[in-house]
């Protein structure tokens, strides 16, 4: 009687809930914990993704209640949840972006979400074992390493950083110059597990005292340092005024239209070459001529150098070198630099060239550098990968358009040129118009140079070498964007990310493989434990 009403109580017990008590392993048994937990912390996981809408704080504490929801539900459903949760705040990223439709990023970003659930499994294998305040490193190790590991596998760039949600935490991220922008990801994490280590009760009072002392006075350290960096290894004062420009939105509409016409499905590369030059020609010459115009405009103005924005401008294979003598005519005369950014438009596929040509006050090519790192969406073929340099009296430039400034490999040959300024073309679209210049502002605080970057149908912005924002220009709310800005003249600042490279990144990798090796040699003693035990009751 006494074994059928346990089996009865066992029965009324809601599946996947474990029995009361402990088993062991520091779960509790029992009522499941409160969903609560798992609501708070997805809610807060969609605030912190690098989106339109985040909020930086909701990086720091999402973690926070994922991983106590973790740590209190048996394994197989809590981490099965948070799975669900990353997988369908990836998705939520996605559609805002307008990047669903393209399956090779799902297909992408797929794997990030599991890289991205990981850390909670690692913490949930190891935290429970142990009450150590070590093990509250667990999570932010392996979340590095699997941030590393997808920029480097997936040749994605580095999408998934928790560390780019910091972007105007500027005492914060001037630890990307010792680091790069993953020693950043690894302190709001670190932050969010030490937040649960305290939070699970039960440890004696002196054991948490002293593990959050040292987590302090690390967070103490990193801040200071970067105050000390604000405040005193500044850039120097001398500034060059560069302008970045657009064309306006009637010469793009006249544009549009006119290539509309030509190619009612849709204007494509590819359409050149089915039509007359002649027409295509015409069609193009609104947001070229607006181009030039604003060029000369700025250079009057004072503008010492001038950067375009990625493609929004195109030009004919036989027509190029009368655009580039139009603009190098004002270089010359005005006595400035002038990045122009363009599509060629060839009569062979790929069909077009994503190029940015730089003419120099004596009108002459200082580089004509194709787009390393063409988007999924676009068709064309990559470029060398080799980033320009040309000397100037402000300093040495360099270049890369848009989308190659998410790979810091890339952007580390400008940095190991000595280039002091980057100079970037940029095309974004509605849905992800801020979120590659809040990027690029590790990019210089890493690698030490400042970056001016054109971005239309997006935010173009300048910034110093240490993050800060010295211009800004919305394209979307301006009826002409042009970005206007004192900029550092200097030489590239040192850091020690720019000599040294990802080698924090590397190591969160070696730590998390020794995080699984611990795993599996403990899972491997219990079951030796598990074997044992049971050959001594066949033997009583």
């Not at 935490?169 to 790069?180: D, K, N, R």
């Not at 970005?483 to 200097?490: I, K, S, T």
Request: charged share 20%.
């Amino acid at each position: 009687m006494l074994g059928l009403r346990e089996r009865k109580k066992d029965e009324s017990r809601p599946r996947g809930v474990a029995p009361e008590g402990d088993g062991g392993d520091g779960v509790p048994r029992g009522r499941p914990p409160g969903r609560w937990l798992w609501v708070a912390g997805t809610a807060l996981l969609v605030l912190a993704l690098h989106s339109n809408w985040h909020v930086a704080l909701a990086a720091w504490l999402f973690p926070v209640f994922l991983l106590r929801y973790a740590r209190l539900r048996p394994a197989r459903y809590g981490l099965l949840r948070i799975g669900w949760a990353s997988a369908s705040a990836t998705l939520l990223w996605l559609v805002s972006t307008g990047m669903v439709f393209v399956p090779t990023v799902v297909g992408v970003f797929a794997v990030l979400a599991v890289l991205q659930t990981l850390p909670f499994v690692a913490d949930r294998l190891i935290g429970v074992r142990s009450r150590s305040v070590l093990t509250t490193l667990v999570f932010p190790t392996v979340l590095v390493g699997g941030e590393y590991l997808f920029a480097e596998l997936a040749d994605f760039g580095d999408f998934g950083v928790l560390g780019f949600t910091q972007h105007g935490f500027l005492p914060l991220i001037q630890l990307a110059s010792v680091t790069g922008v993953h020693g950043v990801s690894f302190v709001v994490a670190w932050t969010a597990s030490m937040a649960h280590w305290v939070w699970q009760g039960g440890l004696p009072r002196p054991r948490v005292r002293r593990g959050v002392l040292v987590w302090a006075g690390v967070l103490a350290v990193v801040l200071g340092a970067g105050g000390v960096r604000l405040l005193f290894f500044a850039p120097v004062t001398d500034t060059v005024r560069v302008a970045g420009v657009s064309a306006g939105r009637a010469a793009e509409r006249d544009t549009r239209r006119a290539l509309d016409r030509i190619d009612p499905e849709g204007w494509r590369p590819r359409s050149a070459v089915g039509a007359a030059p002649e027409r295509v020609r015409k069609a193009l010459a609104p947001v070229a001529d607006d181009l030039v115009a604003a060029t000369d405009r700025e250079a009057r103005a004072g503008a010492r150098i001038v950067v375009w924005p990625e493609t929004q401008a195109g030009v004919l294979e036989g027509d190029q070198r009368r655009l580039l003598g139009r603009v190098a005519a004002i270089a010359r005369e005005r006595r400035v630099y002038v990045n122009a950014a363009y599509g060629l438009y060839l009569r062979q596929a790929p069909y077009v060239r994503n190029l940015s040509v730089l003419l120099t006050p004596e009108g002459k090519v200082a580089w004509t550098y194709d787009k390393a790192h063409p988007t999924p969406m676009e068709t064309m073929t990559p470029g060398s990968g080799n980033v320009p340099v040309a000397d100037s009296p402000y300093g040495r430039l360099a270049t890369v358009i848009c989308y190659d400034a998410d790979y810091p490999e890339l952007m580390r040959q400008a940095a190991d040129k000595g280039a002091g300024m980057m100079l970037v073309p940029a095309n974004d679209w509605v849905g992800f118009e801020s979120l590659h210049a809040q990027r690029a502002v590790f990019r210089s605080v890493e690698y030490g140079y400042a970056m001016v970057r054109q971005s239309v149908n997006g935010v173009a912005t300048a910034v110093n070498p240490q993050g800060r924002v010295l211009g800004m220009a919305d394209y979307f709310t301006a009826g002409r964007q042009t970005l206007v800005a004192e900029v550092p003249v200097q030489r590239r600042t040192q850091t020690l990310y720019g000599e040294t490279g990802a080698v924090f990144a590397v190591l969160c990798v070696a730590g998390s493989v020794a995080v699984v090796g611990f795993g599996l040699l403990w899972r491997r003693g219990r079951r030796s434990e598990e074997s044992g035990t049971g050959e001594r009751d066949v033997l009583k």
